[in-house]
T-cell receptor, first 114, second 113 residues
């Protein structure tokens, strides 16, 4: 299957700082990428849909000013958690949509805010 | 996307077949059944998908009932590395509508030696 890579896989930051997570489709072009968040022992929750060259669409309850999404190219989408707080600690996962409509997921990025 | 119902957990002996059921009684005619699994602290991994015919690949088999209201994922010879949470999802394949995946609770499969 297609490969989606996330970086960093783990990040620890101080409260109040911003953290950027990158999501790259390595062997396909993803016009659409999705960002999910997963808390311990819970299922994945969709945060936003990112379309190349346009603004992201956020799910209800997700603050767009706190979770900045940029999809500047067909192979890269970034999620920036601004002014992170301990409650933002979570497992963040992206997925890329292939031209044939299949979805492939990144390895996830675990954010810990101290 | 249609809702799916899965048992929260299952156990399976190593080397035996693991049969994971999924109910999707409200599935629409153009919705596919997708299976993903998530090993601890990793992103979901695609396993298999199908519309109405049974499907098989190197990882698993997917059996879909004739009325398409339920399906079963079969891991023919489960190994310890198959311990994971298995998600059954229905969605429209391709296009823009419904391309996101809505994850339910999944089934936590524990393969035991």
């Amino acid at each position: 299957g297609a490969v989606v890579s996330q970086h960093p896989s783990r990040v620890i930051c101080k409260s109040g700082t911003s953290v950027k997570i990158e999501c790259r489709s390595l062997d396909f072009q993803a016009t659409t990428m999705f960002w999910y968040r997963q808390f311990p022992k819970q299922s994945l929750m969709l945060m936003a849909t990112s379309n190349e060259g346009s603004k992201a669409t956020y799910e209800q309850g997700v603050e767009k000013d706190k979770f900045l999404i940029n999809h500047a190219s067909l192979t890269l989408s970034t999620l920036t958690v601004t002014s992170a707080h301990p409650e933002d600690s979570s497992f963040y996962i992206c997925s890329g949509l292939t031209i044939t409509g299949e979805l492939f997921f990144g390895e996830g990025s675990r954010l810990t805010v101290l | 996307d249609a809702k799916t119902t899965q048992p929260p957990s299952m156990d399976c002996a190593e080397g035996r077949a693991a049969n994971l059921p999924c109910n999707h009684s409200t599935i629409s005619g153009n919705e596919y059944v997708y299976w993903y699994r998530q090993i601890h602290s990793q992103g979901p991994q695609y396993i298999i998908h199908g519309l109405k015919n049974n499907e098989t690949n190197e990882m698993a088999s997917l059996i879909i009932t004739e009325d398409r209201k339920s399906s079963t994922l079969i891991l023919p010879h489960a190994t310890l590395r198959d311990t994971a949470v298995y998600y059954c999802i229905v969605r429209v394949a391709g296009g823009n509508a419904g391309n996101m995946l809505t994850f339910g609770g999944g089934t936590r499969l524990m393969v035991k030696p």
